[in-house]
């Protein structure tokens, strides 16, 4: 029962490094999704896909791509890293809409730019 | 603008008493609403939702949440509080309507804390 793992769990970056955060999901959902979490502004919407393919903007999606070639992997990419990015990333996945379907979260990836 | 307010970061309770968790929205129509909550250096774990009907929600380890149209408020209940429960919660609000019904609006989170 893995639900959903993110890989690394921790990294640290130097300002203008690139890397992927990887997001797989082992329970066959359509919906996928990357947040990032900051302390006192709850959870923020990155980018997030509807299904194999597709992938559409958030509510922050500034700094960062998206990929969504296989159903089970999510990946979220950044391709200049910048101190503003500090932050903890949650991949989520859910079977239906996020309107009335619980999401499943990963134990996140603690992201430090220096 | 669509929002959640979660008015306390933090509420303390001694183990036993009941606790209350509070959030308000502000969304147009009528909102799909949830509760989840999270452990240390973890991901959040899903407690309940309210889409329609029944105005009080039961979920899991016991809780509940009570909808409140009138007030545009989602409170989180338990009737006995446990040492466990000690985490962050938070309330999430859906609005209705196209490439919304793909979101989530979450607020900035509660810390709950029980005293044992």
């Known amino acids: 029962n893995a639900g959903v793992t993110q890989t690394p769990k921790f990294r640290v970056l130097k300002t203008g490094q690139s890397m992927t955060l990887l997001c797989a999901q082992d329970?066959?959902?359509?919906?996928m999704y990357w947040y990032r979490q900051d302390p006192g502004m709850g959870l923020r919407l990155i980018h997030y896909?509807?299904?194999?393919?597709?992938?559409a903007k958030g509510e922050v999606p500034d700094g960062y791509n998206v990929s969504r070639l296989k159903k089970q992997n999510f990946l979220l990419g950044l391709e200049s890293a910048a101190p503003s990015q500090t932050s903890v990333y949650f991949c989520?996945?859910?079977?239906?809409?996020?309107?009335?379907?619980?999401?499943?979260f990963g134990d996140g990836t603690r992201l430090s730019i220096l | 603008a669509q929002s959640v307010a979660q008015p306390e970061d933090q509420v303390n309770v001694a183990e036993g008493n009941p606790l209350t968790v509070k959030c308000t929205y502000s969304?147009?129509?009528?909102?799909?609403l949830f509760w989840y909550v999270q452990y240390p250096n973890r991901g959040l774990q899903f407690l309940l939702k309210?889409?329609?009907?029944?105005?009080l929600v039961k979920g899991s380890y016991g809780f509940e949440a009570e909808f409140n149209k009138s007030q545009t408020s989602f409170h989180l209940k338990k009737p006995s509080a446990l040492v466990s429960d000690s985490a962050l919660y938070f309330c999430?609000?859906?609005?209705?309507?196209?490439?919304?019904?793909?979101?989530?609006?979450f607020g900035t989170g509660t810390l709950l804390a029980v005293q044992p």
């Open positions: 989520a996945s859910s079977y239906g809409q996020a309107n009335n379907q619980p999401q499943h």
């Open positions: 329970m066959n959902h359509e919906y």
């Open positions: 896909s509807v299904g194999e393919g597709t992938t």
């Open positions: 969304v147009s129509g009528n909102p799909y």
């Open positions: 309210y889409i329609t009907g029944d105005n």
């Open positions: 999430a609000v859906s609005p209705l309507g196209g490439g919304a019904t793909n979101k989530l609006i």
